[in-house]
Nanobody, 125 residues
Framework: QLQLVESGGGLVQPGGSLRLSCAAS????????IAWFRQAPGKEREGVSC????????DYKDSVKGRFTVSRDNDKNMVYLQMNSLKPEDTANYYC??????????????????RGKGTLVTVSS
């Protein structure tokens, strides 16, 4: 069973940057497409970004396009979310989730197989 552990969250001022990491153990990420989700208090979960198995295809929620970048390092079994120009509305618990998918050049935000507990990002002055 795949275990996922996120890190890199914290308190940052508006306009600042953070880099979130998602470390996988108990298996290889090679077979999985990966997505980052976030959930703010009192709000529904939303998909922020996803990346295909090949790493070639990526997708972003409109509100983070141009500010967030998702990447993966299959050799290290790691996934990253670089977040720049952070805004107060980005405040949330961020977690990674994976889904085993046959298509190497697609990614999804539903029916995920495993997820981590998340790391808290707070954007405030």
């Amino acid at each position: 069973q795949l275990q996922l552990v996120e890190s890199g969250g914290g308190l940052v001022q508006p306009g600042g940057s953070l880099r979130l990491s998602c470390a996988a153990s108990g298996g290889t990420l090679d077979y999985y497409t990966i997505a980052w989700f976030r959930q703010a208090p009192g709000k529904e979960r939303e998909g922020v970004s996803c990346i295909s198995k090949s790493g070639v295809y990526t997708d972003y929620k409109d509100s983070v396009k141009g500010r967030f970048t998702v990447s993966r390092d299959n050799d290290k079994n790691m996934v990253y979310l670089q977040m720049n120009s952070l805004k107060p509305e980005d405040t949330a618990n961020y977690y990674c989730a994976v889904k085993r998918l046959s298509n190497s050049n697609w990614c999804v935000y539903y029916d995920m197989d495993y997820r981590g507990k998340g790391t808290l990002v707070t954007v405030s002055s």
